[in-house]
């Protein structure tokens, strides 16, 4: 994970740069990387198109301002839970419900709102990256009636489009 920090994009939002500064190491670490994720899932997701980076609730938040195509998804450390962190979704989508569903037992959930993740947890990445896709898309899933399939994996061509590739 430390060599991949070296490819991040910069934090152009000072009040968030100034929020990531603040976090201890390890968990800044870990919270830099579900940011790129965040963001490497946006550029792979049809529909989704640059994200807006800012402060909600003094967490780092992430929005599909221009498109609006999705859902709020925020992260930040559980302050009360040493080396614990999260990554939250809109508590009045049905994304947590619809996540429980498709992936019993591959994260503990937060009630209707979070994702958590413990400090030496090893992330299921591709599962968490189809999370990440659905919140993205959850309005433009809500218009159509549909759903990006749990088996539906997102990966980069050449051309730096995404495709669904399934497992």
């Not at 994970?1 to 670490?29: G, Q």
């Not at 450390?77 to 009045?92: D, E, L, P, T």
């Not at 299921?124 to 899933?141: F, G, K």
């Amino acid at each position: 994970m430390e060599a991949e920090l070296s490819k991040r994009r910069n934090i152009e939002n000072a009040e968030v740069a100034a929020v990531f500064a603040a976090y201890p190491k390890d968990v800044k670490t870990k919270l830099m990387f579900l940011r790129q994720l965040i963001f490497d899932v946006a550029s792979e997701t049809n529909g989704v198109g640059a994200l807006e980076e800012i402060l909600k609730w003094g967490q780092p938040s992430y929005l599909t301002t221009k498109s609006k195509s999705g859902s709020l998804i925020r992260i930040d450390r559980i302050k009360s839970q040493a080396g614990k962190y999260a990554m939250y979704f809109h508590c009045q989508t049905t994304l947590i419900g619809t996540f429980k569903e498709m992936y019993p037992g591959k994260f503990e959930f937060g009630g209707n709102r979070s994702i958590i993740f413990g400090g030496e947890d090893a992330l299921p990445e591709n599962a968490l990256r189809h999370c990440i896709a659905m919140a993205l898309t959850y309005r433009l899933d809500k218009k159509r009636g549909a759903r990006i399939p749990a088996n539906t994996r997102i990966t980069r061509r050449s051309t730096g489009r995404a495709k669904a590739a399934c497992r």
